[in-house]
């Protein structure tokens, strides 16, 4: 069967390091959606390392990893990536997989997202400028280059032709930029790609579902940055939810079992678009501080607030949530009182339901409020040992999302994850 992991919020909920806990469960991980703006974050023998492309499992030696068709890669971002990964031991040409479907990120990829977001002003979306948007467009324009033509012998004139429409699209938006060095280590990084474990992947991976392998679906950025049900438009460019694992992986919904949602105990968002519970002061100054709320592939500041239930209950029930992961309940510890959004107040209406267009909704937040515990949750070595005043906050949670809080990571460590 499948087992799904992904986030519940906008992302940076943690799941690098809690896929890293659960792969050594499973046979292989398979990355189903998103691009090199994706970062996580792991701690391996004591190393930070980030992982933007990789799945979360290639740490673990018995574990094979998938990069699936729902994936854009960038082949440079993805042969840096490998090099340090393989400078700390790990031989990528016997667990890494790529599926031949993926599609690939260009260098005019990147310019066309720099014109796009300058051209928005100040309703820019606060893309990372990686190029993800306008590969994906490419996709479903169907212009887009897959990892398999890198084998063919043309693929340099399948390159230059889809270079030359995007040269058009930037000659509309009196845009320039100089890609002759993005070019060299592009084609530097197509080279060393096409010497990669290239498959088929969605008959890989039923061909091992078929033989008993127990896999594990690895989703990126959050679910409320879904294409079609997050804060459009500032979301991502793919679906974040479980429904992706379908089309991102090639498999069919009957092997999917659980559905793993992870959330912090509070909630943070990085770049622009709706935060209903953000704290523009020195509350949620003291949260980016303690919780270090940068961005892993950015490094920008993130925006810090209480958790949303409203939101939660929300991207449980799209994606069928099973079971969570609650992760970052240490940096709570330093607040005397600790709050949870549990209804919208819009217009004088008080509702626990997304509202349409949440960008335009003029959302007031209304809160629950908790006392804080006085001692730190991560000398806890048992769900049972973490402060009582913890516990009431945790079932709270419980009770107002109907799903079980199974796991709840206590510190940064690969090893500070207690299960219920």
Request: charged share 25%; proline share 4%.
């Amino acid at each position: 069967m499948v087992d799904v992991l992904l986030g519940l919020q906008w992302g940076d909920e943690g799941k690098g390091k809690i896929v890293d806990y659960f792969a050594g469960k499973y046979d292989i991980i398979a990355r189903f959606q998103g691009g090199p703006n994706a970062g996580h974050t792991l701690y391996v023998n004591g190393q930070k390392v980030v992982l933007h492309t990789i799945p979360s499992g290639v740490f673990h030696g018995n574990t094979l990893n998938l990069i699936g068709n729902g994936v854009v890669l960038d082949p440079v971002t993805f042969r840096k990536e490998c090099q340090k990964v393989a400078e700390m031991g790990i031989d990528l040409s016997q667990n890494l997989f790529i599926a031949e479907k993926t599609h690939i990120i260009v260098p005019t990829h990147r310019a066309l997202d720099k014109a796009s977001e300058l051209s928005k002003g100040q309703e820019k979306i606060g893309s990372t400028l990686k190029g993800i948007g306008p590969a994906y467009m490419d996709k479903t324009g169907r212009n887009g280059l897959r990892v398999g033509d890198v084998l063919r012998s043309d693929f340099r004139q399948q390159y230059e032709k889809l270079k030359a429409k995007h040269l058009q699209l930037l000659a509309n938006y009196n845009f320039e930029e100089d890609i002759a060095e993005w070019e060299n280590e592009f084609w530097e990084a197509v080279e060393f790609l096409s010497k990669m474990n290239i498959v088929n992947g969605e008959y890989w991976l039923n061909g091992n579902l078929k033989a008993g392998k127990k896999v594990l679906a690895e989703g990126a950025q959050g679910s409320m940055l879904d294409v079609d049900f997050g804060t459009y438009p500032f979301v991502t460019s793919s679906n974040t939810i479980s429904a992706g694992v379908c089309t991102g992986l090639g498999i069919a919904p009957k092997w999917i079992a659980e559905v793993i949602g992870v959330t912090k105990a509070y909630c943070t968002r990085v770049g622009s678009g709706p935060f209903p519970t953000e704290l523009e002061d020195e509350t949620g100054e003291r949260l980016r501080q303690a919780g270090h709320e940068f961005g892993a592939t950015t490094g920008r500041p993130r925006r810090c607030g209480w958790i949303d239930l409203v939101a939660l209950d929300y991207t449980c029930m799209l994606s069928g949530v099973t079971q969570l992961v609650m992760t970052k309940s240490d940096v709570l510890d330093e607040f005397d009182t600790v709050s949870a959004c549990t209804a919208y107040s819009i217009d004088g209406q008080t509702s626990r339901e997304m509202p349409f267009n949440i960008c335009g909704a003029p959302i007031q937040p209304v809160l629950e409020n908790f006392p804080g515990w006085s001692e730190p949750t991560a000398k806890s070595e048992r769900y049972d040992a973490l402060p009582l005043e913890m516990k009431k906050f945790l079932s709270f949670v419980e009770d107002y999302l109907k799903v079980p809080v199974k796991y709840v990571s206590n510190g940064p460590g690969r090893d500070q994850i207690l299960e219920k």
